[in-house]
């Protein structure tokens, strides 16, 4: 896989001037990173006016969540096919919905396939932890879990399906602390194991994964290079336009 792929998460920052503004900037340099697929991910009410300045970029837009339903008395959620009027990602599962707003797995697995009935890609990510395991704050990464945890995550999924594996160690994010670039590795490939395990190889071998936990210009070459990674999703570091571009220019 020659493209290597970096997923800004702007969590709950910007308004839609603010993200605007910021995207000029970076629409401007997007010729330094020609082998970087870069995928922004605002907030809801940014979607249309980031959609409207991206739409002939090589810039990707991508939302931070959906609700699986349809259509419904669910007052304040958005499904699918309103992120899909904007956008071609979506992030789902992220380890602040699942610490935070009680997510499981099972959500995470109707999300993304709502996402795939309506052409988005979801950003599928990981922690490999279970429930009990997360809450605890317990860094130390039990295998069976991480099967269970992915395995549940992509259960019915169709045949060459389309979608991207975030593995993001929950008390890795905004620590300040990364998890270990070796152990990554490791956890990449039993996850692409797995993966093919359900889905078989073409997917198994295609789909891209990356690592996502206090992620910084300093490291993040640390993980992209990993034989077993083809990107990362980054946060804080991805809020600035100027090192958003760096980061960008520097994984290719």
Request: charged share 15%; proline share 4%.
């Amino acid at each position: 896989m020659n493209t290597s792929f970096l997923v800004a998460n702007w969590k709950m920052n910007y308004t839609d001037q603010q993200t605007v503004a910021s995207l000029h900037q970076i629409v401007g340099k997007s010729t330094l990173f020609p082998k970087t697929r870069l995928i922004i991910c605002p907030s809801f009410t940014a979607l249309a006016s980031a959609h409207k300045l991206l739409s002939n970029t090589l810039i990707a837009l991508g939302a931070q969540n959906l609700n699986h339903n349809t259509k419904g008395p669910y007052t304040g959620e958005i499904n699918s096919a309103m992120v899909a009027e904007f956008c071609s990602y979506v992030v789902v599962g992220h380890s602040e919905r699942r610490l935070l707003f009680g997510e499981t797995s099972d959500d995470v697995n109707l999300k993304s396939i709502a996402a795939m009935h309506q052409s988005l890609q979801p950003i599928i990510c990981l922690d490999g932890q279970s429930d009990a395991t997360r809450q605890s704050n317990n860094r130390t990464l039990n295998i069976d879990e991480l099967v269970i945890q992915v395995r549940e995550a992509i259960k019915n999924f169709p045949l060459n399906s389309q979608f991207l594996i975030a593995y993001e160690p929950s008390w890795a994010i905004g620590s300040g602390e990364p998890a270990d670039p070796d152990s990554v590795n490791t956890i990449a490939a039993k996850i692409r194991e797995i993966v093919t395990s359900v889905l078989g190889s073409d997917t198994g071998m295609s789909v891209p994964i990356l690592y996502g936990g206090s992620v910084t210009l300093g490291n993040i070459n640390n993980y992209c290079k990993l034989p077993e990674l083809n990107g990362a999703l980054v946060g804080g570091a991805s809020l600035d336009p100027a090192e958003l571009v760096e980061l960008a220019v520097s994984i290719q």
